[in-house]
């Protein structure tokens, strides 16, 4: 079991990757003052489980490689995470925070210490937080691995008391909880809590962790429980989008407010996310079409680098955008995002080429060195 490749894990990531560039391309088509609420809605709601998910098929991946009866070497492991995840961190916000320097000629965030604020928090690029976060779940593996062994003797009944405290303090944390304090540093820890606390989606990544150790059983429930857990996908997205409009045109929320008020973290987002996960796990463990297999496993193949350097794509067409004095109406927003999904691949593509020829360049921006295996998806 430990050395099979789970092709639905490419094929979420695929999936995950056109939702991230949608909730992105949702920010940007708010500078439009008739932006259409539907199309936002799209963008900014219905896409909420493409984050969280990303740490289900990373803690189920390390899972599956490594279970829990196989020995554990820590060591190796944090040397492997380091070259895979930390090393293009690291590269990737020096990049965007020279690429700030360079754009605006504002060298205020060089200065110590705000630099630090930038690495700690992912705040080189809007992003990169999900890195840090990833970052810290590595480095607490074997806290991880010990809270999978516990919960696996009474699964149901700890993933349940598991969710409620999920749900729980992610309403504290998201609605309740204020930088307000008098020492400083508490504030500035708490100011940037969702840019690192693991604690904001640690019961998703878990749930990768037990269903990988419970591959079989995972799959036949997901078989068993089919109508059920679709039931479940699209009771709860409803209820996402009920609340998105009743906040908009109910309370005349605008756009944005409700956006911060109905996301991943709010006791609806918790449940759509596990939702989603179940319901695309079972979806891409079904025979798809060649063309639809073919470009999700494209996209899950480059969806690190897609991930990392769209942000760019974004800035570039945006400064396009307004040199042209092109306003982003919903056609351009389409427009817009299909775009930043064809140059942001082409880019994977060519940083992946590039990297074969310098290694160096390839193990700083990707993690791995193009002579060992084909790049794969590290999130």
């Given at each position: 079991?430990a050395?099979?490749?789970i092709?639905?894990l490419?094929?979420i ?6 939702g ?10 708010l500078t ?19 984050v969280p ?5 990373s803690?189920?991946g ?7 009866q ?23 916000s ?11 000629g ?6 110590t210490?705000l630099?630090?604020?930038?690495f700690?928090?992912g705040l080189a ?10 970052i810290w779940?590595?480095?607490?593996m074997?806290l991880w691995?010990q809270?999978?062994?516990w919960?696996?003797?009474a ?25 307000t ?5 508490l ?20 749930l ?8 079989s ?5 997901l ?8 039931a479940?996908?699209?009771?709860t ?11 908009v045109y ?19 987002g918790v449940l ?11 979806a891409?463990?079904n ?6 297999s ?17 942000p760019l ?11 042209l004095?092109q306003?982003?109406?919903p ?6 995002y ?8 082409a880019?994977a593509?060519?940083?992946?080429k590039?990297?074969s020829?310098?290694p160096l360049?390839g193990l ?5 060195f193009?002579?060992?295996?084909r790049?794969r998806?590290?999130?």
């Open positions: 079991m050395n099979q490749r092709i639905a490419d094929y990531r695929g999936i995950s990757m056109l991230v560039l949608g909730i992105h391309t949702g920010a940007f088509s439009y003052p008739a932006v259409n609420p539907h199309l936002f809605a799209l963008y900014e709601i219905v896409t909420r489980f493409s998910i990303f740490f289900f098929v803690a189920f390390l899972f599956i490689s490594q279970p829990l196989k020995d554990f070497s820590y060591p190796t492991f944090i040397y492997r995470r380091i070259r895979a995840v930390l090393l293009p961190y690291l590269a990737w020096l990049l965007y925070m020279l690429h700030y320097t360079w754009i605006s504002d060298t205020n965030l060089w200065h210490p630099v630090y604020k930038y700690l928090f690029s809007y992003q990169l937080y999900f890195l840090v976060i990833l779940f590595y480095a607490l074997p691995r809270l999978v062994r919960l696996l003797k699964p149901m009944v700890g993933l349940l008391s598991l969710l409620l405290g999920q749900i729980a303090f992610n309403y504290y944390s998201s609605y309740l909880l204020t930088a304090y008098a020492n400083h540093y504030n500035v820890v708490i100011q940037h809590r969702m840019s690192y606390w693991v604690l904001h989606y640690l019961f998703i990544f878990l990768g962790g037990i269903c990988a150790e419970r591959y059983q995972f799959l036949t429930i078989e068993q429980n089919t109508r059920r857990m679709t479940c996908f699209i009771l997205l409803t209820g996402m989008l009920s609340q998105y409009y009743y906040l109910h309370n005349h929320y605008t756009l944005e407010e409700a956006v911060n008020i109905v996301h991943q973290l709010s006791p609806l759509y996310t596990v939702s989603a996960t179940l319901f695309w796990f079972k891409f463990t025979p798809l079409p060649k063309w639809l073919a470009g999700l496993q494209q996209l899950g193949t480059y969806s690190y680098l897609i991930y990392l350097v769209h794509v974004m800035y570039y067409l945006i400064t396009e955008l307004n040199h004095s306003a982003l109406t056609l351009i927003t389409v427009a817009f299909l775009i930043t999904l064809v140059f942001s691949t880019l593509w060519s940083i992946t590039l990297g020829h310098i360049l700083l921006f990707t993690g791995s193009p002579n060992k295996k790049l998806a590290k999130i």
